[in-house]
């Protein structure tokens, strides 16, 4: 009876703390609440088996989101920064094309493919910029919206990882048959890195095709914070009558045309488990010591990121691959503005001193970082695999921006033009802009959140991430010619 007694008790402690932070009385929008029918999913997957398919399937879908969402949001000016607020600034559907959807990039003769795929919570926005760099190279090029994204927040309450596998599939078969035997090459940023590998490793065990030519990661959610492990039971939760709120991580006001900002509890547990699962199919697969354990891989990535752990990308993925097929490049943080200021509360030197002071890693790797502590001038240092001779120095004609002291998770993707994220707000005054904005005043003014404006979200690096993804890729279709 004891035993029963102190179980309900703890229960209905741990219930009460669930409510209070789970919920936090934020009222859910229907953003937050509806569930689109029209959205794509696995057991679809029989009736909607083309690219064209699937872009008929988001025309139902965006179709469905205007009817359950944007006609029940108010508009006016007192909506102008609401995404879901027709006619204001922050509304996708008033320009063309309307990024949140997926988008093909044709080109004759081409020399191969390429497939975007997004992060969660992002859309195929965020790769748009790389995906046109590739087409003007003659790469015909697919960025596939992810299912529960680029619509409302409530899409990722409801998707799962088999979901977006089964989107994957439909794109890299697509591809296949636009380049008739010439290599498909896949870029994944964030959790989209995950899912290209998943592809990848079933393509390698003959359960899809083709084998992609290469993988371009970004910002790779390989390793996860342990606390997303949570977010299952949390969920859970949420059917509890009174207990709505604890379907959200985070619920926050919608201003951005092309990523949420609240972010659902269910996501947290996709990112977990495609995560989970994709690290322990690598591990196994490196101890058959097969010929490839996986495509030539090339990793861009800050040393500092919030999102997903950069330790995870070298102990879980690259230290299990073949050698001399695969780089890692590293972004490092201001050191000119750090040793200045001395602000700095956790430096990523550990790390970067580990991967640059090892002479048995069977990968390649380039830190771009500053060309010394007294100049915001940046260079490249190259090492080679199972080597710590990292004085192959490059001058990259590039400098740390003012005020800038690190890159972010989202920000490697995106150009300093970028009209929504970039580094200037354009000329154009009635276009939104969330980029570096450098508004300052009282706390609790503004509704967007202070750390969301403190984080950068635009890459200052970019043209050099840009160029050297590209010349990677041609260097991979040489090899195999």
């Keep these: 009876m004891k035993i029963k007694t102190t179980v309900a008790v703890n229960f209905t402690v741990l219930m009460m703390f669930a409510a209070l932070y789970g919920c936090g009385g934020v009222p859910l929008e229907p953003w937050h609440t509806e569930k689109l029918t029209e959205e794509f999913t696995q057991d679809k997957a029989d009736e909607v088996v083309s690219f064209a398919d699937y872009l008929k399937l988001e025309d ?27 006619g204001s600034a922050a ?37 748009r910029t790389l995906g046109k760099a590739l087409n003007k190279k003659n790469y015909w090029v697919v960025a596939m919206r992810m299912p529960g994204h680029g619509t409302a927040p409530s899409g990722l309450r409801y998707i799962d990882r088999h979901d977006m596998a089964a989107a994957v599939r439909i794109g ?3 591809l296949a048959q636009k380049v008739d035997g010439k290599p498909v090459h896949m870029i994944g940023y964030s959790t989209g890195a995950p899912l290209a ?141 750090i040793v200045k200021s001395r602000i700095l509360i956790d430096d990523p030197a550990p790390l970067t001193d580990r991967v640059m002071d090892a002479d048995n890693l069977p990968f390649s790797v380039t830190l771009v970082t500053n060309a010394n502590e007294k100049t915001t001038k940046v260079v490249s240092k190259h090492k080679l695999p199972f080597s710590a001779d990292a004085s192959k120095t490059k001058k990259l004609n590039m400098a740390w921006p003012p005020g800038v002291i690190s890159l972010s998770h989202v920000a490697l993707p995106i150009s300093p033009g970028d009209p929504l994220y970039g580094q200037r707000a354009p000329d154009n005054e009635n276009f939104l802009f969330l980029g570096q904005l450098g508004v300052q005043g009282e706390r609790g003014l503004l509704r967007i959140p202070a750390d969301w404006m403190y984080r950068l979200r635009y890459n200052p690096f970019y043209d050099y991430l840009e160029q050297h993804m590209l010349e990677w890729i041609k260097s991979i279709d040489n090899e195999n010619k």
């Design 172 to 174: 890299m078969r697509h």
């Design 60 to 86: 139902r879908l965006f179709n469905e989101l205007d009817e359950k969402v944007y006609a029940q949001t108010e508009s006016g000016p007192g909506y102008v920064m609401d995404r879901y607020s027709t």
């Design 91 to 127: 509304d996708p559907r008033q320009k063309a094309p309307n990024w949140n959807r997926s988008f093909e990039l044709k080109t004759e003769n081409p020399q191969g493919a390429v497939l975007l795929i997004h992060g969660m919570s992002d859309s195929p926005y965020a790769l």
């Design 197 to 337: 590998l998943e592809f990848s490793l079933d393509a390698l065990e003959g359960n899809s095709t083709p084998i992609p030519g290469s993988l371009i990661l970004i910002s790779p959610a390989i390793g996860v914070h342990p606390s997303a492990a949570m977010a299952g039971f949390k969920n859970w939760l949420a059917n509890i009558p009174g207990f709505g709120g604890m379907a959200f991580l985070q619920v926050q006001p919608e201003f951005d045309p092309y990523k949420y900002n609240s972010f659902a509890t269910n996501a947290g547990t996709v990112v977990h488990r495609v995560t989970r699962s994709v690290a322990s199919r690598i591990e196994e697969r490196a101890k058959t010591k097969p010929k490839v354990v996986l495509p030539p891989i090339l990793v861009f990535k800050s040393t500092v990121d919030s999102t997903v752990t950069t330790d995870a990308v070298v102990d879980r993925l690259l230290n299990y691959l073949n050698p001399n097929r695969h780089e890692l490049v590293l972004f490092d943080i201001n050191r000119y503005s």
